[in-house]
Structure formats: structure tokens, C-alpha cells
Nanobody, 122 residues
């Protein structure tokens, strides 16, 4: 099994930036994709960004395009979500996840991080 640990969330003002790291551990093959979901209170958990483990192909949901960047460090077995120009509507708990499909549905995810909260004030 692959175990994921995400962190880096916090309370920031609109227009600020945050970088969320996610580290993967456990003895497993590395040909899975890493993604980020987010979930606001009383809302569905939605896909934000993803990156393939091998070739680095990336995909973003529309509101993240141009503001968020997902990257990877295979040597450290980690992925990062760089979030710039944050807006109040970005406030949510952000979850790192592993999947074999991009873009994923919730049912495609086979491992989740514990979630890290991001709050953006106006």
C-alpha cells in the first residue's frame, strides 16, 4: 500500500500563496498518478489538479488553471501544489491522493492523505 502525508495549509489573505507538499511512502510501484482534491464544508470533494508519475503530464480543473501548479519530485517521492493568487472560494480542506486515472473521479482514488485545511480571507 502507498501511504500519503499532506501538509502546508494555513490561514492567508486573498492574493497570497501557499505550497502544499505531499509525501508518499510504502513499498509500491511508482506508476500511479498523484492528484489533489479539495472539499469545502457541506460541499462535495472535487478534483483540483493532477500529475502523472512517469511523464509529468498535468491536468487542472478550470478554476485552478493559471493560478495553481502541481509538480513532482520522484527522487523524494513527493508532489507539491503551488497555489498563487488565492481567492476566498479556494478555502477548503485539501487532500493529496493517488490514482491510476487522470482526471479522476472519487471512486478512482485508492489512497488519501489526511487533508490539510486552507482558509483564504477576503
Amino acid at each position: 500500500q502507498v501511504r500519503l502525508a499532506d501538509s502546508g495549509g494555513g490561514f492567508v489573505q486573498a492574493g497570497s500563496s501557499l505550497r502544499l507538499p505531499c509525501s508518499a511512502s510504502g513499498r509500491t510501484f511508482r506508476n500511479y498518478h498523484m492528484v489533489w482534491f479539495r472539499q469545502a464544508p457541506c460541499k462535495e470533494r472535487d478534483f483540483v489538479a493532477g500529475i502523472t508519475w512517469d511523464v509529468g503530464f498535468t491536468v487542472y480543473e478550470d478554476s485552478a488553471k493559471g493560478r495553481f501548479t502541481i509538480s513532482r519530485d520522484n527522487a523524494e517521492n513527493a508532489v507539491y501544489l503551488q497555489m498563487n493568487s488565492l481567492k476566498p472560494e479556494d478555502s477548503a480542506v485539501y487532500y493529496c491522493a493517488a490514482t491510476y486515472r487522470l482526471p479522476p473521479q472519487l471512486i478512482d482514488v485508492f489512497s488519501w492523505g489526511q487533508g490539510t485545511p486552507v482558509t483564504v480571507s477576503s
